[in-house]
């Protein structure tokens, strides 16, 4: 879709414009290690002494691989941004350094087929012998899905050749040869799905299934690899969701992302295969998170330990881990799952994913990161203490392990094909995006403020089509359609021909939410959501926020304010535009004796009206305290 779409205005268009003009080119500088001051990538280096070695025979002096085992992937998810920018903005430089990055990839790449920077500079004689935690096949896939967006959006097919040619050799030693094992960490399996549709080679979804129906067979099979690598500890198989066969697994479980990287392609899978057990299986670990499992920012996986899962109702703030990745790899299962069962919830998930954790993923400027993102921050505390070192206050430039930056520029760069989907002769619209649609039989254009508006509009410029519109699950209670249609599932089915011109109304109002009161850190407090984002308190709006309590009928105020009228945001959040902003009543503890730690003096209260931003954009101002649920009068 995303070809097919081009955005206009509004917030995903401003991000859409962020990606292509700050963060690709960023990540680029960031990848080939041009930017002072940050922790160096090597990424970019790795690629170039491993082509050297290939060609030569003699590795460079100092041409060890540095950085994570992983740092070929950083490569790959920018490319794989940089080609969905050239979707929104032609750009003849970038494509041409492109084309010299994948020239470069297919020197790096040994002749067998066999593509791993790490291990063909390291340890060339310890190939796919650590498959816990090697992350060869990690890498593979992330260089598929940017070799296949690549191919998608430029035609271009040199990426394409060296990626099918690593994956015929993957084929070869996995299941040709038999060779035993599956990924550690989850993600070639979606890509090979993604490689499959566009070269037809039916071995592609052959290998993705293998590994899917192997997972978890040998719950051993880690442990194995452990005692042959002279590790002697006992390894969680939860951690990389082995613990049991796939399709008996009903708890979203391990490393948040290893889970939510599976569960994709496990739906993928069973919707091209038609498996219904693996389908079952993969809306119980989709309600295991929904319902159990999340945050109310869509972030997922609670440990730092791990970055994991933990168990029901642990969700504590500030120590939340919620990785950016994990909400990204939320929102490609949600995309999939859409496919399997078209349900309102599913596509809510996404949203709430998106416009909260993935969002706040990225400062305003589009150049510093969050790796983590807690839902509150204490100055001194988070980022400082061992307890909560994971949970920065600041988003930095780059990190050693930089998974999330570029993954966050591919999701962004590429939100048109998880706003948009076709399935079965209907056009289903899943979230509100400005912009124009062209498709074969319809060309749409769609109007909208949206998440800052309540109102969307969509004309058909030429066609017709079938069309079904997500009403997220916050206005179902009030919502209008211009038009006669049918609602099913939260989704609005209604026929739309030239000319026409539907008008969405959709409830955007602050609504305090309370969780349930199971989750320890939530009980007796509420957040202020307006819509799908989730609203936030920092220090510099309001002074001290910790003491803060809500009215339980307070009067919550909407206003749109610029990052200019809010105060405190520099010049480069301003194309951000008017946002929601709320006012909300409450009262505000005041210690007489602050100085002491315990006493038993009653506090005084006194009225204040607290001021919340969207939570996306906190920590954009320097380090303050910034919280999202906050103590309710019951
Ligand atoms: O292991 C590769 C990536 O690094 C994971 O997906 C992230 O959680 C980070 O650990
Ligand atoms: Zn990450």
């Not at 060779?179 to 960490?185: F, K, L, S, V, W």
């Not at 299986?281 to 440990?303: N, P, Q």
Request: contains cysteine.
């Amino acid at each position: 879709m995303l070809k097919k779409f081009r955005h206009t205005e509004g917030l995903l268009a401003r991000y859409a414009r962020l990606v292509c003009d700050t963060v690709v080119p960023y990540q680029e500088r960031a990848i080939r290690d041009e930017i002072e001051g940050v922790v160096p990538s090597y990424a970019i280096e790795n690629f170039k002494n491993a082509a050297i070695l290939n060609k030569t025979g003699v590795k460079p002096a100092g041409g060890d691989h540095k950085g994570c085992v992983f740092q070929d992937s950083d490569v790959a998810k920018w490319i794989e941004a940089a080609a969905y920018s050239l979707s929104v903005k032609p750009d003849a430089e970038l494509e041409k350094r492109l084309d010299e990055v994948c020239e470069l990839i297919g020197e790096a790449q040994e002749a067998d087929g066999y593509l791993d920077t790490h291990f063909t500079l390291n340890r060339p004689k310890e190939k796919f012998t650590e498959l816990v935690g090697g992350h060869e096949l990690y890498c593979s896939g992330h260089m598929i899905e940017a070799a296949v967006a690549l191919y998608e959006i430029t035609g271009k097919k040199k990426l394409l050749d060296t990626v099918c040619k690593n994956a015929d050799m993957l084929y070869r030693v996995f299941v040709t040869e038999g060779r035993e094992g599956y990924p550690g960490h989850p993600e070639i399996e979606l890509a090979l799905l993604r490689l499959w549709r566009v070269t037809n080679e039916d071995r592609y979804m052959e290998l993705a299934k293998h590994f899917i129906d192997i997972r978890g067979i040998d719950t051993d099979f880690f442990n194995k690899e452990y005692r042959r690598l002279g590790i002697n500890i006992i390894y969680d198989n939860h951690y990389s969701q082995c613990h049991a066969p796939v399709r008996q697994q009903s708890d979203a479980v391990g490393h948040a992302v290893r889970a939510a990287y599976l569960y994709t392609a496990m739906a993928d899978l069973a919707a091209i295969t038609d498996d219904k057990e693996l389908e079952d299986a993969c809306f119980r670990l989709f309600e295991s998170i929904e319902k159990r499992r999340m945050y109310i920012t869509g972030g997922i996986g609670s440990s730092y330990h791990g970055e994991a899962f933990t168990a029901d109702y642990d969700l504590p703030s500030d120590t939340a881990y919620t990785e950016t990745c994990a909400s990204i790899a939320l929102i490609f299962f949600a995309s999939k799952l859409l496919k399997l069962r078209r349900e309102g919830r599913i596509a809510d998930v996404m949203e709430r994913a998106l416009y909260n954790t993935v969002l706040a993923g990225i400062e305003l400027d589009g150049k510093k990161f969050f790796y983590v993102n807690p839902l509150e921050v204490l100055p001194g505390i988070s980022g400082n203490i061992p307890t909560h070192r994971h949970a920065l206050p600041q988003r930095p430039g780059w990190y050693g392990c930089a998974c999330c930056p570029p993954n966050t520029a591919r999701l962004i760069g590429s939100v048109a094909n998880y706003a948009w989907d076709e399935q079965d002769g209907i056009l289903y619209s899943n979230l509100f995006a400005s912009g124009e649609l062209t498709l074969s039989n319809v060309t749409l254009e769609v109007e909208t403020d949206y998440p800052f508006g309540d109102t969307v509009k969509y004309k058909v410029k030429k066609g017709s089509t079938k069309l079904a519109i997500h009403i997220p699950a916050f206005t179902l209670k009030n919502y209008s359609v211009s038009a006669h249609g049918e609602l099913k599932s939260g989704y609005y089915y209604l026929e739309v021909n030239e000319g026409d011109e539907v008008t969405v109304k959709v409830e955007m109002i602050p609504r305090l939410y309370r969780s349930n009161t199971r989750v320890a850190s939530n009980s007796g407090k509420a957040a202020v959501m307006v819509g799908p984002v989730v609203y936030c308190a920092e220090e510099k709006d309001n002074g001290d926020v910790l003491g803060f309590s809500f009215r339980s009928s307070a009067e919550l105020k909407l206003n749109k304010e610029t990052p200019e009228q809010i105060g405190g945001f520099y010049s480069e959040a301003s194309d951000l535009g008017a946002v929601y902003t709320v006012t909300a009543e409450g009262q505000q503890t005041v210690m007489d004796n602050a100085s002491d730690l315990y006493f038993t003096d009653e506090y005084r209260k006194e009225e204040k009206t607290l001021k919340l931003i969207p939570y996306f954009m906190w920590g954009n101002r320097g380090l303050n305290q910034m919280r999202v649920w906050m103590p309710v009068e019951l």
